[in-house]
T-cell receptor, first 114, second 108 residues
């Protein structure tokens, strides 16, 4: 079965612009999480959605937002881009949220803000 | 909140054994997972420990001590392809929270 698909793979934006990233989870997975990955900072949790509801949010400014659609596809939006937003944005889907549940990651969207 | 500490870098040679430690502070116990990420790739699940003790999967083993809030990932018979970043993680609720990762460099 198809894995987690993130689009686009690469993106270059200018400071002050906004950007929307897309994530299609594995079929049947209703939980989608987003992470920001920068060198030395690991994977920092942004937010998690389940059945179109945001259930959890990380410590990021309000410029970062997201949503989930009825087909479980998710988008995240970053407004008023800053140079520090340059990062790899990863999406992960899970079939449930038990502690031992495996998360499946997409290849990520590499965002460069210039 | 939750925090996970792991070394930033580890180096080893082919054929050797390496241990990557992870200490965590969480408001409850949720088990400890390990993920591997090759440069430019997506993180992939390696193992999960819900109980104390050792879990073995081929060349990789993972250990957990709940009383010490400590776990480790043990990689045996290292191969060049094991060069990657390794992350420990906990799922205290609906979100999976990761440590900052350990970069393992395997040389010949």
């Amino acid at each position: 079965k198809a894995g987690v698909t993130q689009t686009p793979r690469y993106l270059i934006k200018t400071r002050g612009q906004q950007v929307t990233l897309s994530c299609s989870p594995i079929s049947g997975h209703r939980s989608v999480s987003w992470y920001q990955q920068t060198p030395g900072q690991g994977l920092q949790f942004l937010f998690e959605y389940f059945s179109e509801t945001q259930r959890n949010k990380g410590n990021f400014p309000g410029r970062f937002s997201g949503r989930q659609f009825s087909n479980s596809r998710s988008e995240m939006n970053v407004s008023t881009l800053e140079l520090g937003d340059s990062a790899l944005y990863l999406c992960a889907s899970s079939i449930r949220d038990r502690p031992n549940t495996e998360a499946f990651f997409g290849q990520g969207t590499r965002l460069t803000v210039v | 909140g939750q925090s996970l500490e792991q070394p930033s870098e580890v180096t080893a040679v082919e054929g050797a054994i390496v241990q990557i430690n992870c200490t965590y502070q969480t408001s409850g116990f949720y088990g400890l997972s390990w993920y591997q990420q090759h440069d430019g790739g997506a993180p992939t699940f390696l193992s999960y420990n819900g109980l104390d003790g050792l879990e073995e999967t081929g060349r990789f083993s993972s250990f957990l001590s709940r009383s010490d809030s400590y776990g480790y990932l043990l990689l045996q018979e290292l191969q060049m392809k094991d060069s990657a970043s390794y992350f420990c993680a906990v799922r205290p609720g609906t979100a999976l929270i990761f440590g900052k990762g350990t970069t393992l460099s395997v040389s010949s």
